[in-house]
């Protein structure tokens, strides 16, 4: 195995275009996508088709397509595993969103002075059981709870909107960057243990961001 680097150097200088690595099964990163959520996966512990996608086994996971729940009564994806077990869930640049028509926030007033919005559900974009989650790189939108809802977890370069609870509701010493939540139901960041850095909230009803530690972040209160 330790010449496959090299091979693949040489295979490169010889026929740029032609030689790729290709990740598949054999990489360790399993897809999950629209079909996931429609016919359930119980590889990953989904014994059930339809909303929510659920993963009780720790590893790395990618998305290959944009997913959508349809659902506003439940979580788009459970994530339940044991503490301190590991994973890894990377959007992969698309996204994840509940229910087209969902009852969302209503502005009134102009200028807007008044926008009220109807009380959060338990139901997440990606709700966490467990510790030690990465998720990474897409948009989650149109939940009629939080957007994300995790302890104890590292989240990136992620676009929430338009969720009825926080945009982000992080605790435990979580760790949020490079992050933009707007038009949220409730506030945009929450991390009151954690930190938040390089991120911005704007445009959410209550509240921007709320963290123990919040460094080169934004709170803008308009769109």
Do not use: W
Not at 138 to 144: E, L
């Amino acid at each position: 195995m330790r010449y496959l680097g090299l091979l693949a150097v040489l295979l490169t200088a010889s026929h740029p275009l032609s030689a790729q690595i290709i990740s598949g099964a054999g990489s360790g990163v399993t897809e999950i996508n629209q079909k996931t959520l429609n016919d359930g996966n119980p590889a990953i512990g989904d014994t059930t088709p339809g909303a929510p996608i659920t993963i009780t086994v720790p590893g790395s996971y990618r998305f290959s397509s944009n997913i959508a729940s349809g659902n506003v009564a439940v979580p788009g994806i459970e994530i339940n595993i044991a503490n301190f077990a590991g994973l890894t869930l990377d959007l992969n640049g698309f996204a994840l969103s509940g229910a087209s028509n969902l009852n969302g926030c209503v502005s009134s007033g102009n200028p807007v002075s008044t926008r009220t919005c109807p009380a959060p559900t338990a139901a997440d974009g990606i709700s966490v059981s467990g510790s030690n989650v990465t998720i990474r790189n897409g948009r989650v939108s149109n939940f009629a709870g939080h957007g994300i809802d995790c302890a104890n977890c590292t989240l990136s370069h992620l676009t929430t909107h338009s969720n009825l609870g926080y945009g982000i509701f992080a605790s435990f010493l979580s760790q949020v960057s490079d992050s933009v939540s707007r038009d949220n139901g409730f506030g945009g960041i929450s991390n009151g243990s954690g930190r938040v850095e390089n991120s911005t909230a704007s445009a959410n009803s209550r509240y921007g961001i709320v963290a123990a530690h919040a460094t080169d972040s934004t709170v803008n209160l308009t769109s």
